[in-house]
Each structure stands twice: as C-alpha cells, then as structure tokens.
C-alpha cells in the first residue's frame, strides 16, 4: 500500500461516518505499515467499540506479539479481545512465557469475551501449562468461554482433562456435545464406555459426536457395527463417516458392508452409493448397478457417477439402458458415462 493510500486511511479515521473509521481501522492494521502504528494507537480512544477493537488487531499485526501482550492488560475489554484474536493469528513460532501468562491472566478478567478469547487463544498456544486454566474455566459462567475450553482441552491432548470432562457430561448446562467430540480427540479408551452410553441420549448432537468418537477411538470396525443401529441418526452417522473415507480404508470392507446392507433403509441408500463409490471395489458394481432403477432421480444421478469412478466396463451394458431414461439429466449423465467407460475398455484398463 502507497504513502497516499495510508494518508488518505489515517485521514478516515477522525471521519464523523462510523462505517469509514471501522474500514479504515482494519485497512491500516492489514498494511503494516510503520506511519499506521501511532493513527492505530490514538484509535484505541475511539467512541465507537469495533473500531478500538480493530484498531487493538492492527496494531498487534504490525508491532507484534510484544505490543500484544501488553494490550492484552488495557483497560477496555474491547482492545484486549482484539489484541488476543491478533496474538492468535501471529502466534507461528511466537509463542512466549509472557504471552501464556497474559493470556492465562485474561482468563479471570471480568468480562466474558475477554475470557473467551483468552481460553481459545490459550488452548492452542498453553501446552501443559494451560491444562490448569483450561480445567477452571469449564466452571466459568460464560457459556462461551466453557465451549472454548472445552474444544482446547481436546486438542491439547492431555489425558488427565478426561475424567473431568466426563464428570461435566452429568451437567445439563454444559456444552455436552463438545465433551463427546473432545473425549474422541483425546484418544483415552477410558472414555469408551460413556461414549457408548450417549448413543442413547436424547441430544441428537451429542449422539453423533459420541458416534464419531467411538469410531475416533475404535476404527472403521465400529462404524460398520454402528452402519447397523436402530437408530436412524445413528447409522447416518456412521454412514457419513464411512462416505469420508478413502480407497485404502473402504476398500477390503466392501463384503461386509454389502452384508450388513443387503436391503439397507431408505436413508443409507444414497451414503451406500457414495460409500461404494470411495472404496472403487468392482465387487460393489452389482449393487451399484440396480440402483439404476431406482425410482428416485437422485439416486439414479449418484450411480452413475459412481460407476464412472469404479471405473469398471462391464458396467457398460447397464449404463446404456440409462441413456434412455425417463429423466433428460439422467440421459445425458448416462451418456458421459458410457464415453469414459468405452475410453476405459479400449485402452484395456481394468
């Protein structure tokens, strides 16, 4: 950005027009140019609150994490969240003992939002050393500021938080879903048997994340016995992680699924296409290929892609019959289909 570019935002910032002073805050953080460290600083007295707290961001960006920590103790609640959110974007191979302490500092500061960036910012740069705070603040009032802790104790990977999380599983008002998704990240077999537990709560939310962190902690084994619950949000679940999956980990699971799927319910019909469709094994193309007459459009559509990525010709004979079908996308899908596959044939791949 040009020296008259930069006047023409430190003019901006003393405009009566809100919208302009906000604009031309985060416009000069962003320049990191040194003429917008004092403008940015005079801003930090602005009436309105986005500006100061963009201006906090800006002047973090350009004079560092050392400018940060010291605006993480400013006395208005808006300047230190933006200097937190600052310190977390810059915080790559920054991280210091006075950066942690501020921010472990922060986390009993007054104002929720403040404790809530802290919390965030902290699980991502505290290591062991944010365990302690992170704990404390499960407890806090703000629903926010426990949500963040929640989410840093699990990337933080620290197994003595596993007990505690789950003691807070019993609370109502705590964010239950996070502590399932948490317990899974935190790779702690201890935490198996509550997590098979919450497949019965009545928190759909909290059922799929113990769904996804049973199958965390077990593997592509449990999201197959788990493909054959009762419980329809359950199997879609698990039939959503399995339709993530690549070749490598679908691919020898092909049988057992077909087994467990020989007359699958209406809603894993279209997650059996896209799961047989990952694994490219031709020992799925046979019940790929009756779903070419199936009476839903859709389904008929997500065959066809699928068996363009199976890649099998043998296929071909069933994808010319769908060129006549009913529905003009169909056809026409069908059509591209049986180009690639000719192209496949002639050239002898498998």
């Known amino acids: 950005m040009d020296d008259k570019r930069i006047t023409e935002l430190i003019k901006q910032l003393s405009v009566p027009d809100v919208e302009q002073r906000r604009l031309a805050a985060e416009l000069l953080g962003r320049s990191h140019h040194y003429r917008a460290l004092i403008p940015l600083q005079n801003a930090l007295l602005d009436p309105d609150a986005q500006v100061r707290y963009r201006a906090a961001k800006g002047l973090v960006w350009i004079a560092g994490i050392s400018k940060g920590i010291k605006l993480i103790a400013h006395t208005d609640p808006e300047v230190r969240q933006g200097a937190i959110w600052a310190v977390d974007e810059l915080r790559r191979g920054e991280e210091s003992q006075a ?10 500061d007054p104002d929720g939002g403040t404790r809530a960036a802290a919390t965030y910012v902290l ?5 062991t050393q944010a365990l302690e705070p992170l704990l404390k603040a499960l407890d806090d009032d703000h629903r926010l500021t426990r ?16 007990p505690v999380l789950i003691e807070h599983l019993a ?28 497949l019965g709560d009545e928190d759909t939310f909290v059922q799929e994340a113990a769904v996804n962190s049973l199958i965390a902690l077990e593997g592509p084994d449990t999201a197959l016995d788990l493909l054959a619950s009762e419980v329809e949000n359950i199997r879609t679940t698990a039939a959503l992680w399995l339709t993530q999956q690549p070749e490598e980990v679908l691919y020898s699971q092909v049988p057992r699924i077909l087994a467990l ?27 790929l ?21 199976l890649a099998q010709p043998q296929a071909m004979l069933p ?4 060129t006549k079908d009913h529905d003009p996308e169909v056809r ?17 791949h498998p």
């Open 289 to 309: 290929v009756n779903f070419l007459r199936h009476p839903r459009v859709e389904l008929r559509r997500a065959t066809l892609h699928a068996l363009q990525r």
């Open 123 to 127: 699980g991502h740069l505290g290591g």
């Open 171 to 198: 609370d109502q008002e705590a964010p239950r879903y996070l502590i399932s998704e948490a317990l899974g990240k935190l790779g702690d077999a201890r935490a198996l048997p509550v997590l098979k537990k919450l």
């Open 147 to 162: 949500m963040n802790a929640v989410d840093a104790l699990g990337k933080l990977g620290d197994g003595r938080a596993v």
């Open 261 to 287: 799927l020989q007359q699958p319910p209406a809603d894993l019909d279209l997650p059996l296409i896209r799961i047989l469709a990952q694994a490219r094994n031709p020992q799925g193309l046979p019940r």
């Open 332 to 348: 026409v899908l069908a059509l591209r289909v049986l180009e690639s596959l000719e192209t496949i044939r002639q050239l002898g």
């Open 319 to 322: 994808v010319l019959l769908a």
């Open 99 to 108: 950066l942690i302490q501020a921010l472990v500092q922060a986390m009993d």
